[in-house]
């Protein structure tokens, strides 16, 4: 009993120390229980960040006519406002986040964006200006083009990033994509990610990288070729004449054409002479 009692006065003591804490650094006095902030295992001020979810909001201008829950009205210092929850609303647009966040937080200093369960299609470049952003919770939404993350990787302080629940998730190559792409992410649909993730991913893009090359040169060799067939005919050779000549020249220079050696091809391939045809076929030369 004795020390059920002391463990009684030890807590609310500590509530007590907390509290003032609280009131001191925020300058106005806070409830107990309600708008106390949460604290850490060393007596440290965790941030809290502000909620505007389950809003219904479509635009984001609305949250400007919305209050956060669970937070004073003062809004005290230990509340820095670093890190904003706009999850489960029905955004589809978010091109002027900029503008709106500004009028409710320092912009520069956000560092955690929750924007999951929304309407969003793709990953707008408005969130490249959050320069300082740590964290990014995309994941419930609509995206279904992958190469929209890839702009992320402007992102030089983003560590974790969430995208699952979105279209693009189903694709086989998403995670090595992702981690292909936004290299500097530590964590990636809340799970780490290892150097044995990033050697798949660098190899399976590098590959990816040389096959898009071949298959850029093949089309070009058969545009060539394509134009070699409408322009000859059974009578005349079109490799074989000095109009021929200047022709491929002129398409491989647009084309900067380029074979194993990365050279231009007019230097690699050299056209035989031109010679004179006879029109008719009995009495053409070799």
Not at 115 to 121: A, G, H, K, P, Q
Not at 203 to 227: A, H, K, M, P, Y
Request: glycine share 4%; net charge positive; aromatic share 6%.
């Amino acid at each position: 009993m004795e020390t059920e009692a002391i463990n009684t006065q030890l807590l609310s003591k500590l509530n007590s120390t907390v509290i003032s804490i609280s009131n001191t650094m925020s300058g106005s006095p806070l409830k107990p229980g309600v708008d106390k902030p949460a604290v850490d295992s060393k007596g440290g001020i965790i941030e809290t960040p502000l909620d505007y979810s389950y809003y219904d909001i479509v635009d984001i201008d609305d949250i400007l006519n919305k209050k956060p829950r669970e937070l004073p009205t003062s809004k005290p210092t230990p509340y820095k406002n670093g890190m904003i929850k706009l999850n489960n609303n029905k955004i589809i647009d978010i091109s002027q986040i900029e503008y709106t966040l500004r009028k409710i937080v320092h912009f520069d200093q956000i560092w955690w964006l929750d924007l999951s369960f929304n309407r969003l299609t793709n990953v707008d470049s408005a969130l490249l200006k959050l320069q300082s952003l740590k964290v990014l919770h995309l994941q419930g939404n609509r995206i279904h083009h992958l190469a929209t993350v890839n702009k992320l990787d402007t992102l030089i302080n983003l560590r974790k990033l969430s995208l699952c629940g979105n279209p693009i998730e189903a694709m086989a190559t998403y995670r090595k994509h992702v981690i292909s792409h936004v290299t500097q992410l530590i964590t990636l649909d809340f799970c780490p990610i290892t150097e044995a993730d990033k050697s798949v991913a660098t190899f399976w893009r590098e590959s990816r990288t040389r096959n898009d090359e071949i298959v850029r040169q093949q089309r070009i060799s058969d545009e060539i070729l394509g134009c070699f067939k409408k322009t000859s005919s059974p009578n005349f050779n079109l490799r074989r004449t000095s109009r021929g000549h200047k022709m491929l020249e002129k398409m491989v220079d647009a084309k900067t054409l380029t074979w194993g050696s990365r050279e231009p091809a007019r230097k690699l391939w050299h056209p035989p002479p031109p010679q004179t045809f006879c029109n008719h076929t009995t009495c053409a030369r070799s």
